[in-house]
T-cell receptor, first 112, second 107 residues
């Protein structure tokens, strides 16, 4: 199994600022995934982060808006830049370990 | 067009009923996951399937690779099964998610 510590659990930010979300895994994993979940909707994959290479972004998501770092096999950050109210959502990370997906507890972001 | 389609979107059942949630996909996959998300809670992985059938307690998941279809069954449903169930497929380098099925089990 894997335990993921995701921080912060929630934040309220001003328009135009940035928020960085951290995920720490208790084991080494190759791929880490970042998602957005808007109210009442399912998960939308933002990007896949592999250690030692650039993250792969899904259609509609760009590096300038969602820069990702993956400095080692247990840690990753997602930054949501130049915040607008439309970025208000829950952001989650996950990893796949031994055929199961494990998720962080999520970061609820509200942009004023 | 969504790569993953789930049905039904919403489902209400009486306690004890047998429940089926369906997932169809249009891409080639290496694995399919069923996830459970309780209101206000985290996401839990129920199953990963690449072929055949898996069972865990009252939950059964099946997949037909040729038909690109998977089902999640819940036997003897209970109010604590009330949650959103999400189907996710992995192509080898990319995940696609269904829109989820919201299940409510009434005592």
């Amino acid at each position: 199994s894997a335990v993921i510590s995701q921080k912060p659990s929630r934040d309220i930010c001003q328009r135009g600022t940035s928020l960085t979300i951290q995920c720490q895994v208790d084991s080494q994993v190759t791929m880490m995934f970042w998602y957005r979940q808007q109210p009442g909707q399912s998960l939308t994959l933002i990007a896949t982060a592999n250690q030692g290479s650039e993250a792969t972004y899904e259609s509609g998501f760009v590096i300038d808006k969602f820069p990702i770092s993956r400095p080692n096999l247990t840690f990753s950050t997602l930054t949501v830049s130049n915040l607008s109210p439309e970025d208000s959502s829950i952001y989650l990370c996950s990893v796949e370990v031994q055929e199961k997906l494990f998720f962080g507890s999520g970061t609820q972001l509200s942009v004023l | 067009k969504n790569e993953v389609e789930q049905s039904p979107q919403n489902l209400t059942a009486q306690e004890g009923e047998f429940i089926t949630i369906n997932c169809s996909y249009s891409v080639g996959i290496s694995a399919l996951h069923w996830l459970q998300q309780h209101p206000g809670g985290g996401i839990v992985s129920l199953f990963m399937l690449s072929s055949g059938k898996k069972k865990h307690g009252r939950l059964i998941a099946t997949i037909n690779i040729q038909e690109k279809h998977s089902s999640l069954h819940i036997t003897a449903s209970h109010p604590r099964d009330s949650a959103v169930y999400i189907c996710a497929v992995f192509t080898g380098n990319q995940f696609y998610f269904g829109t989820g099925t919201s299940l409510t089990v009434i005592p």
